[in-house]
């Protein structure tokens, strides 16, 4: 977005470097890549769309803040996934922007969602380096926030989530983790905080604990590096069989607790009132229906990855919608292809994403995720065939 620097890294870019930077993502012994495109650039953001990133963050958490806000978000949690024992806060909160432009041509945040719910903390950093290593990245501009470097900042993320156990003690748990998209971001997890991945089906429950085998060893589980979406254990349970009841109570940590993931969610978004925020409301509680709905998007509140949201609304898609408590209408985003590439202009997304030590008053804004597109929406079903598209990183200017 920097027109300068931007220009630079395009004349200079080849498609050699890009494939050796492909190759330093690979981890777990050299064997696995990601299993998602990477973008063959990252973002640059110069100060002003930073600052303006940094203040619609702060608005979002000062939000999730407000003393009424587990009240409000009570009936986010469906009652079949309510899980005992729910602490005060996510460990982890990330908040998705898109990159616009204001009604002056500057470029402005606008709010998409939200998730108290970790992301690829791990790979992003293995990401930010491996651009480092392969383009030109300036010395003024930095994909780390409140002054991390990657030394600490992994020392960062074992504070949070592995504390004071011992890291063979704490697992980071999924369902069928090596089947996801996501998985090398698992294994550099690893590699960085010693701990181990650990699937649904593995665990194993007696009574009240849970243990896991770690080279053959039976091994207590004290703490829980939450990566499940628990309606993956219906969706796959075929595929994973008995599996331990994660839904009483059990002497284990949760890092996040998984009632987080929907309390701060696409459920948070009618809470927040910001310049950086699109107006939202609850379908079930909007006053009258605006009459440019061409402007808004309707989403499902409790579906994944894009899956149910309606970008182009008519009141007829409205009418049909027998749950409008479980429905969201959006003021549209409009995002600005502001990021110029070889071969056309692509949008972006910008993912802050944040750290909440026990004890903090607020979220820690540590480092960033980002994404590129040439489709209406953001995402790998809107980007068949394209290249300077995918997933990447911000470095945004000192």
Known sequence: MDPAIRKKYNQAFSDSKYQ????????????????????????FVPTGLRDKLVQAGEEVIDAILQPKFKSLTDKSIPKHLAVHGENNHAHFLIVDFGICLDEQGELTPKLIELQGFPSMFAFQELMALAYRNQFEIPANYDNFFNGFTSDTYFDFLKEIIIGKHDPKEVVLLEVLPHQQKTRVDFYYTEEKLGINTVCVSELI??????????????????????????????????????????????????????????????????????????????????????????QYVLKPLFSFAGQGVKIDVTQEDIEKIKDPQHWILQQKVHYAPVIETPNGNAICEIRLMYGWPDGAARPVLMHNLARLSKGKMIGVGFNSGQTWVGGSCAFFEK
């Open 20 to 43: 050796l930077f492909l190759q330093q993502l690979v981890v777990k012994k050299g064997t696995v890549a990601p299993s998602f495109r990477v973008a063959e650039t990252p973002v």
């Open 205 to 294: 429950q007696e009574g009240k604990k849970l243990y896991y085998l770690s080279d053959g060893v039976k091994t207590p589980i004290k703490r829980i590096y939450n990566r499940v979406i628990f309606e993956d254990l219906d969706t796959h349970k075929e595929q994973l069989g008995p599996v331990a009841n994660l839904f009483h109570e059990m002497d284990v940590e949760w890092i996040p607790h998984p009632n987080w993931f929907y309390r701060i969610s696409k459920y948070t978004l009618p809470l927040i009132h910001s310049e950086y925020a699109p107006k939202t409301w609850f379908l079930h509680e909007l006053p009258v229906l605006p009459k440019d709905l061409d």
